[in-house]
């Protein structure tokens, strides 16, 4: 879904810009996904997920885990702003967070800033129950994107943890690949010839039997 609009993506052109291509990115993944999951040959729901779409968020439930979708700002591969991250902005979130466990929960980081993935946790007996996961992702303007899974915080910080799932490389691209993303080479949307479309004349059935 990201890759199709960063390939339009224009702002010399058509004024676009990061958060607009984003905010039409994040509506055609949760539209499809949504899609998919209700089509006849579905087998999301014969596995007992559920996907619903509270406030217009994407909400993937599988028993009791709660996996909330969510787009990092920007357009960019580099690591989020893990503290800049706020839940006060909606409803779905703020409620996911506040059922987190405290972040008293984990033991304080060696270095400020870290969050939990970044270092060894001693074991300390007692494992606290998260339920509520985020999936956050990103893309650049190539079509590029990565991926991470966090646990979200109310208060300071933001997150208990985060790990990276994936991140797409540029430099190991396979050129000969259908689906590897590139710049537009062509000329701008605005810029084209607009289609002409096929019209004719419709017939009438006297016009026809003559």
Same mark, same amino acid.
């Given at each position: 879904? /990201? ?10 052109? +058509? ?8 905010? +039409?990115?994040?509506?055609? +993944? ?13 087998? /999301? ?11 217009? %968020? ?6 009791? +885990? ?15 702003? !893990?503290? &800049?991250?706020? !839940? ?33 946790? $001693? ?13 956050? =992702? ?5 079509? @590029?994107?990565?991926? !991470?899974?966090? @646990? ?6 933001? =997150? ?7 991140? *797409?490389?540029?430099?190991?691209? *396979?050129?000969?690949? &259908?689906?590897?993303?590139?710049? $537009? ?10 289609? %002409? ?6 017939? /009438?059935?006297?016009? %026809?039997?003559?």
């Amino acid at each position: 879904m /990201w890759r199709p609009n960063a390939g339009r993506y224009e702002p010399a052109h +058509l004024f676009d810009t990061p958060r607009g291509v984003a905010g +039409l990115a994040w509506e055609n +993944l949760r539209e499809r996904m949504l899609a998919e999951y209700w089509a006849a040959e579905s087998q /999301w729901r014969g596995q007992g997920v559920r996907l619903t779409a509270p406030h217009g %968020s994407l909400l993937i439930q599988a028993g009791d +885990l709660a996996v909330h979708v969510i787009k990092a700002p920007g357009m960019g591969l580099r690591e989020p702003e !893990w503290l &800049d991250f706020v !839940w006060d902005t909606g409803a779905t979130r703020h409620a996911a967070a506040a059922r987190n466990p405290d972040f008293d929960a984990l033991p304080p980081p060696p270095m400020e800033g870290q969050l939990a993935f970044d270092f060894e946790i $001693p074991w300390s007996g007692v494992c606290p129950v998260w339920r509520e996961v985020f999936f956050v =992702w990103a893309g650049d303007a190539t079509g @590029l994107t990565a991926g !991470w899974l966090g @646990l979200p915080h109310l208060g300071r910080p933001r =997150w208990s943890a985060a790990t990276l799932l994936w991140r *797409d490389d540029a430099a190991r691209r *396979d050129e000969t690949a &259908d689906e590897v993303p590139h710049l $537009p080479s062509d000329a701008a949307f605005s810029e084209r010839d607009v289609p %002409s479309a096929p019209v004719s004349l419709k017939r /009438w059935p006297e016009q %026809s039997a003559r």
